[in-house]
């Protein structure tokens, strides 16, 4: 997903080229400061990296339309040749993966304390949900869909500490998380069923419908990448674009207080929209896996073999 964060295209960045390039230090404000610092030691190899390899390529595609890269992702400088998305959605992981080996590091079976516990809460809750909607076999699924489910919380949490923000609040980077989840269930669909047979699960059952059906379901697969990063990235960047209206509204009184009375309701938000994500990928793989045939699970049992996802105890 990472060569989708490279260089897309942002709002504010297509507002300088429209009006003029802001100057330096007023744009430097809605940048984070581990942007800035990245951007300072990394930014003038990834500038040269851009105007040798990508520059041109968008330069061409781009002409054919009567546009410039310039006029799309704004001017490109070493100040933002890595973006603030790119840079906390990389953040997001290592936290990511730094959380989970630190709680599984301490768990306990005897005396499990409120990480583990609220770890275990998490997983049964991934875990019931696979059972439920995709059936016994969905566990094997279990892996990815949980790293889905505590990236997103993660990267949707960020905005509540400072030098931080919320990944999830630019298209980049949920459009990137869309695509991931459309690529898993379609390689799981051809997996199980072969090129052939998934896309004839798209045609229906009913030969005569087929061909109206098969372009129905074509286009609604492959929207689907955009309709999962539209819905994170618009209540993601809503509930920040609320939050700091209201904390500009009057100087000194608002900026903290109203703010701080907010965060529940933006911290049901961070949970809700990994909700939704996570149940929407599982009801795509549920559509293309299914159970497997009655001789071949027979067959597994005699081998000892079962779908197994994992457990913290």
């Known amino acids: 997903m990472f060569f989708l964060l490279q260089h897309a295209p942002e709002a504010a960045h297509t507002a300088e080229a429209a009006h003029g390039a802001e100057p330096a230090a007023e744009h430097a404000e809605h940048v984070p400061v581990l942007a800035q610092m990245v951007n300072h030691y990394f930014g003038e190899w990834a500038y040269n990296f851009e105007m040798k390899y990508t520059y041109p390529k968008w330069k061409w595609l781009l002409a054919k339309f009567g546009s410039t890269p310039e006029a799309v992702f704004g001017a490109y400088t070493p100040e933002n040749a890595i973006p603030w998305y790119t840079v ?42 696979l059972e439920d909607i995709i059936g016994p076999h969905g566990l094997q699924y279990f892996p990815v869909v949980m790293t889905f489910a505590v990236l997103i919380l993660v990267s949707n949490l960020m905005g509540f500490f400072p030098l931080f923000m919320t990944p999830t ?37 009913i030969p005569l419908m087929a061909p109206l059906i098969f372009s129905i379901e074509l286009i609604s697969n492959l929207i689907r990448p955009f309709t ?26 608002t900026y903290w207080g109203v703010p ?41 049992h005699e081998d000892g073999m079962e779908f197994v996802a994992p457990v913290l105890t």
């Open 88 to 129: 906390m959605f990389i953040l997001a992981c290592i936290i990511t993966v730094a959380l989970i080996w630190i709680m599984k590091g301490k768990l306990s079976e005897d005396e499990p304390g409120g990480a583990q516990q609220t770890l275990e809460v998490g997983v049964l809750a991934v875990r019931s949900m």
């Open 169 to 205: 609040a630019a298209t980049s980077v949920t459009f990137a998380l869309g695509l991931s989840s459309f690529v898993y269930y379609n390689y799981i669909g051809i997996k199980e069923n072969g090129i052939f047979g998934h896309l004839k699960h798209l045609a229906g059952p």
């Open 228 to 253: 999962l990063g539209i819905r994170l990235f618009a209540n993601m960047f809503a509930d920040e674009k609320v939050l700091d209206t209201i904390a500009h509204l009057v100087p000194g009184i």
């Open 260 to 300: 701080v009375l907010l965060m529940p309701l933006s911290l049901f938000v961070a949970f809700i929209q990994t909700f939704v994500f996570v149940l929407l990928s599982q009801l795509y793989i549920s559509e293309v896996s299914h159970p497997p045939h009655d001789e071949h699970h027979e067959h597994g």
